[in-house]
């Protein structure tokens, strides 16, 4: 019995003392952390004519932040309730246009800093895009014109995506969206879950 504790103790400090190691941060091998960072292919979408389409850069993948955000669970949707969006979606860093017939490429100025783009959609006439673009607090709405190039952001109110499309085109100058009611300073606290869920 006098041998047993000892032993223990020395099995207790052994492990403790590997488990207790001073591990700085480690990178993956060069070739991992290109295949984790790598650019994923452009998306693209044409107007109805054919003759201009957007260039979409998609993200590499969702950083620590995107991870980060809270999620409510509801109804088999996912949300984001501080911005009224479904969670973890999927998004671009990029956008710019390209005319088919000559080739060349046009940037996207005005573009917000921190661009998380979605739910790009062409106006009939194929000279407009309209786009989302999210953020932490907000989701807005922003139109792009093949002519100039130049993205303007065009809600006055938050947009609600929670239950989907945020938003659809009337015609080639109009647009319906869904606002919430609340600026982002003003909204009310979620619920809180009762004891047991």
Do not use: C
Not at 58 to 77: H, I, N
Not at 128 to 155: G, H, M, P, S
């Amino acid at each position: 019995m006098k041998y047993i504790v000892p032993l223990g103790l020395f099995l207790f400090t052994f492990l403790f003392g590997f488990s207790q190691e001073n591990i700085k941060y480690q990178k993956p091998p060069s070739d991992v952390e290109k295949l984790v960072l790598a650019t994923f292919n452009l998306g693209v979408s044409f107007n109805n004519a054919g003759d201009w389409m957007v260039i979409m850069q998609r993200s590499a993948a969702p950083t620590v932040e995107d991870l980060g955000q809270p999620e409510l669970k509801m109804a088999g949707l996912r949300i984001n309730p501080l911005n009224f969006s479904p969670s973890r979606s999927a998004y671009y860093i990029g956008l710019s246009f390209k005319n088919i017939k000559t080739g060349k490429e046009l940037a996207i100025k005005n573009l917000p800093v921190n661009l998380k783009a979605s739910q790009i959609s062409w106006n009939d006439a194929g000279d407009k895009i309209a786009f989302l673009n999210e953020t932490k607090k907000t989701i807005d709405l922003y139109i792009a014109d093949v002519k100039t190039a130049i993205a303007r952001k065009i809600n006055k109110q938050p947009l609600n995506t929670a239950t989907g499309n945020g938003f659809d085109w009337i015609d080639n100058e109009s647009i319906l969206y869904h606002a919430t009611t609340a600026s982002p300073d003003a909204r009310p606290n979620a619920p809180v879950a009762p004891d047991g869920l």
